[in-house]
């Protein structure tokens, strides 16, 4: 009933209170009930025996098309909101920890502490866009912000932004970065913080092709297609690459190309992994050795995919031994010794540094032991862009190869420890079988 009074008294502005008693037809205890209740709750003015709405109760009105007043239902939220600290704007963050893995934006001249001030003017601003983003409202046209009755500074965090690479080939190769995934209306208020990420990006470093590499790559997988595929001018013609290895008769090898730990890439290593263990009934021992030798440069591994890389190579290890445990290993170039390493020491179980010369910091090898791996070459399109080419592979053959050449059980004596997790020494880690290849009869 309140709502309907006060629906007459923004209609009327200002009625006797018998009229209105004598208009809802109520007794006079009742309307004196009535009355005492909306003005003890502020929303009516009594002047003798005029009543009118209080100037607080305008702002429970909302109007519609037709004209006509409705009362409209204020709900109390107590949130908490991120702000970016470069151009300060309201920030959604990830519910998992950020890793150290991943690219940290400078902060520099740059006060941590948001004003209060600030922070209740930035929220007031850019409400609909709060609703849209932190509590995912369809339509946030239809929810007005009432008031904001307090703002307290709370914790500084991280929050991930997330960004990425095209590659196009036509008419020239070239890489195309989209760093932040913004509407077009909001490019102003983003600047600073594109513009940081345009700098920290411009300064990330890949390995730089090489002959060494090469080689390198052609003794681990016994593959000339890489090389075959370089044109006159020098580059590679990622289109006649991925031609001739796409009709391999080898169901146990595929070609893929970019960063390993991209979602494409490990889709298609975990699937080999998962049809070999199962469909072959191959015996998985535990623990069993995930080595990663990462190649040169700065820009591999920042990224949140790494993460949901070793997850999902756990994952397919499971599918054929729930209780099978992966213990990872990063192997890092020893010309990175001093880029930071212990960056990578939340997501592998234990980092070493190779000895110099040991790989081409071109390359790159993601191996499962007795398995299969992922092997990767950095190779050259254009003067400006490279790209990284390979296979990843679960044959027998490749995988004996690969065992062979790699020597992890000597290597590991000789490189230098940086951290461990997993507990396992040389003398006493279990290593799984590796399956021979059997020699194909001619037919």
């Known amino acids: ?39 003890a709750r502020g929303l009516l003015s009594v ?87 932190v509590r995912r409202v369809n339509n946030p046209d239809r929810i007005g912000l009432y008031s904001v009755s307090e703002v307290q500074q709370d914790r500084f965090g991280f929050v991930v932004v997330k960004g990425w690479e095209d590659l196009l080939v036509d008419p020239e ?27 920290a990006y411009r300064r990330l470093k890949g390995p730089e092709p090489s002959n060494a590499a090469l080689e390198d790559f052609q003794r681990l997988v016994g593959d000339t297609s890489v090389v075959e595929a370089h044109h006159k001018k020098g580059g590679l013609d990622l289109g006649s690459w991925l031609s001739t290895n796409a009709g391999a008769l080898n169901r146990e090898r595929r070609a893929i190309f970019g960063a390993s730990y991209l979602v494409r890439n490990i889709d298609v290593f975990t699937s080999l992994v998962t049809e070999k263990l199962i469909s072959k009934a191959v015996s998985v021992s535990s623990p069993l050795q995930l080595v990663w030798f990462r190649p040169g440069g700065t820009v591999w591994g920042t990224s949140s995919d790494l993460q949901d890389a070793l997850f999902k190579i756990r994952g397919a290890v499971r599918a054929a031994n729930p209780q099978a445990v992966v213990h990872s290993k990063l192997v890092i170039p020893q010309i990175l010794r001093r880029d930071n390493p212990f960056r990578f020491n939340r997501l592998f179980d234990d980092g070493y540094i190779a000895p110099a010369g040991y790989l081409s910091p071109g390359l790159e090898i993601m191996y499962l032991e007795g398995v299969g791996a992922i092997v990767l070459v950095v ?45 396992d020494n040389a003398e006493d880690e279990i290593v799984p079988e590796i399956p021979r290849a059997e020699p194909e009869e001619d037919s």
């Open 379 to 423: 190779t050259s399109m254009a003067p400006t862009v490279t790209v990284s080419v390979g296979f990843a592979l679960v044959d027998d053959a490749g995988v004996q190869r690969i065992h062979k050449a790699l020597e992890w059980q000597n290597l590991r004596k000789s490189a230098d420890k940086l951290w461990t997790k997993s507990g």
């Open 173 to 199: 190769p070239k890489l195309r970065a989209h760093l932040l995934d913004i509407e077009v209306d909001d490019l102003t208020r983003y600047l600073p913080l594109t513009s940081a990420m345009t700098d």
């Open 1 to 39: 009933m309140d709502e309907f009074v006060l629906r007459t008294l923004k209609l009327t502005e200002s009625i006797p209170a018998k009229r209105l008693a004598a208009y809802f037809g109520f007794s006079e205890a009742e309307a004196e009930t009535v009355i005492s209740d909306l003005v």
């Open 47 to 133: 002047d003798g025996d005029n009543l009118s709405l209080h100037a607080s109760a305008h702002e429970h009105f909302r109007g519609v098309d037709e004209g006509a007043p409705r009362v409209v239902e204020i709900d109390t939220w107590v949130d908490r909101v991120w702000f970016d600290l470069i151009s300060r704007n309201m920030m959604v963050p990830e519910r998992a920890r950020p890793l150290r893995n991943l690219i940290d934006l400078p902060s520099e001249n740059i006060s941590r502490d948001v004003p209060i001030a600030f922070a209740r003017r930035a929220f007031e601003e850019n409400f609909a866009e709060y609703l849209r983003k």
